[in-house]
């Protein structure tokens, strides 16, 4: 039996070929997610036969869809004769939930990259030039109507299952009996219900702009939570101290979008609010070669938009700013988002 698992070398020639096909190459995932052939790819092997007649689709076109997932190196063949329908094809491991995560049903994502693809595509020289920029019908940065708030609040909280593993993870160490936490910046309080939910004794409030209280409100229905388990505090971050009287304050995918020097002056603010022994968490993606990659269209989209200033920065960026703010005891925990933790 011939094994071939062919995939293009990591040339500069190789990548560019890549790039310059990348749309097409998502149309194939996208296909192949939808169509179910990576559910049965994944754990294979599977022959070309089987997926053709499970899926009821032509042979040869098959070939031809499994042959670009293959120069992609996304999945593995055997060809033990001659016989189209008898070459054997299998998923590398993870495929299946890495294409669900990057290109499964996102609608609000999906639609701002086919504007901003409308908007960009062609026009980066103008871009960077200033002389073109995204109109805020595509991206207005801070939302301003109460539907920009409800979208992107529901947008943030459906990225954040891998957050949540993070929190589950370390949950018996963050909170063994209980406590009080404000979840700075908490959206619509997805988070913070979950982890309510989770841990009895553990308090949660949401410090959010005004707008957002009927979605927290929204969320505490949803799951069945008291008000005294799950609070909202309203205000402005920008405009106005932190609230006190919690022993533990959290930014999650808060601080990367904000300047350096916002980022510092909040961190800073959440030290006056904490008292001593008091606790802060960080989780948020930092900037890592494979996350920079995730992050190529955001970095795209946002260059058109100058109110917006998103960056991923380096764990150590965080662990010297907690430093020089008078955190102690600060610390990297893992997880598919790490999470910082320091104290006051």
């Not at 890549?18 to 749309?23: H, I």
């Not at 022959?47 to 992609?72: I, N």
């Not at 993870?169 to 209980?178: D, E, K, N």
């Not at 907690?322 to 005891?329: I, M, P, S, V």
């Amino acid at each position: 039996m011939t094994v071939e698992a062919t995939a293009l070398a990591p040339t500069p020639r190789a990548l560019l070929h890549l790039l310059y096909n990348g749309a097409r190459a998502v149309d194939v995932l996208e296909a192949s997610l939808e169509l179910g052939l990576l559910d049965a790819l994944e754990p294979g092997p599977v022959t070309l036969g089987e997926l053709a007649a499970r899926h009821r689709l032509v042979p040869v076109r098959l070939y031809k869809l499994l042959d670009c997932l293959e120069s992609l190196g996304l999945v593995r063949r055997e060809q033990p004769s001659d016989a189209l329908e008898s070459a054997r094809y299998q998923a590398v491991p993870g495929l299946r939930a890495a294409a669900q995560a990057v290109l499964g049903p996102q609608s609000l994502e999906k639609d701002r990259e086919r504007y901003a693809w409308r908007e960009l595509h062609g026009h980066l020289p103008q871009v960077l030039r200033g002389e073109r920029s995204m109109p805020s019908a595509a991206f207005d940065w801070p939302p301003r109507t109460d539907a920009q708030v409800e979208g992107f609040e529901a947008s943030m909280a459906a990225g954040l299952p891998p957050i949540l593993e993070t929190f589950r993870a370390h949950g018996p160490r963050l909170w063994p009996g209980g406590g009080r936490m404000l979840d700075v910046g908490g959206g619509d309080g997805t988070l913070a219900a979950h982890l309510a939910s989770e841990h009895p004794q553990l308090r949660v409030d949401v410090f959010n702009l005004p707008a957002t209280a009927p979605l927290v409100a929204r969320t505490r229905e949803r799951f069945g939570l008291p008000e005294a388990r799950l609070g909202f505090r309203g205000g402005d971050f920008l405009k106005e101290a932190l609230p006190s009287g919690y022993d533990t304050l959290s930014f999650v995918r808060v601080l990367h979008d904000w300047p350096a020097d916002t980022a510092r002056t909040l961190l800073t603010a959440a030290r006056e609010a904490l008292p001593s022994g008091g606790r802060i968490l960080i989780c948020e993606e930092f900037r890592t070669p494979e996350r920079l990659a995730a992050q190529f269209f955001w970095s795209y989209f946002l260059m058109g938009v100058d109110t917006c200033v998103s960056r991923l920065r380096e764990v150590e960026h965080y662990l010297r700013v907690l430093d020089e703010t008078g955190f102690k005891k600060a610390e990297v925990l893992p997880g598919p988002f790490e999470l910082i933790i320091a104290h006051r």
